[in-house]
């Protein structure tokens, strides 16, 4: 299993609900989804996270109020320890985009989550700010699921 890499970064103000994200991209993502958006991701190259994590939430502490993994199911075991991190060491919520259709994948680390978002990626069905999409987004609290996929459909969010 690859240690996770990333290619990027970007804070973000949409990805989730009122919150200040420091959005991760995570390279070498297994889903490979038609019409992604976002092919430069299916390469595994870039930075390993772990090495950097502490200086990417340091450079934004004080300004972000979260930290999103876009990515990062290919290597769960590592991407509960950052998660972890993130949680109860930089005191931050956290958030996965994931392509994998399945939320239950992340059952044993719901705890660490305070947002999720799943579904691969169907052009044709449309990203979270369309009706048709296949994409789900929830609140997770106490490990338990909420979806709010609603709130990007009001607002019109992709």
């Known amino acids: 299993m690859n240690k996770l ?3 990027n970064y970007y ?17 070498g993502c297994p889903h490979h989804c038609e019409g992604c958006h976002s092919q430069y991701l299916w390469e595994y190259e870039g930075n390993y996270i772990s090495d950097d994590i502490e200086a ?3 450079k934004y502490k004080g300004m972000i109020t979260c930290i999103c993994f876009m990515g990062g199911d290919q290597n769960l075991e590592e991407l509960t320890e950052l998660l972890f991190k993130v949680k109860h060491v930089y005191n931050l ?13 992340f059952d044993d680390v719901l705890q660490y989550i305070d947002y999720l978002k799943v579904g ?5 069905l ?7 999409t296949n994409q789900k987004f929830y609140k997770v609290n ?16 992709d």
């Not at 989730?16 to 994200?21: G, L």
């Not at 691969?120 to 044709?124: F, K, L, V």
């Open 5 to 7: 890499k990333y290619a």
């Open 11 to 27: 804070i973000g103000y949409q990805e989730v609900p009122n919150e200040i994200t420091l959005c991760i991209n995570i390279s």
């Open 56 to 58: 990417l939430q340091g």
């Open 93 to 105: 919520k956290t958030c996965i985009y994931s392509g994998n259709d399945e939320a239950e994948i």
């Open 120 to 124: 691969r990626y169907i052009e044709y």
């Open 126 to 132: 449309g990203g979270l700010d369309k009706s048709t």
């Open 142 to 157: 106490e490990c338990k699921l909420t979806d709010i996929t609603y709130i990007f459909q009001q607002k019109g969010v």
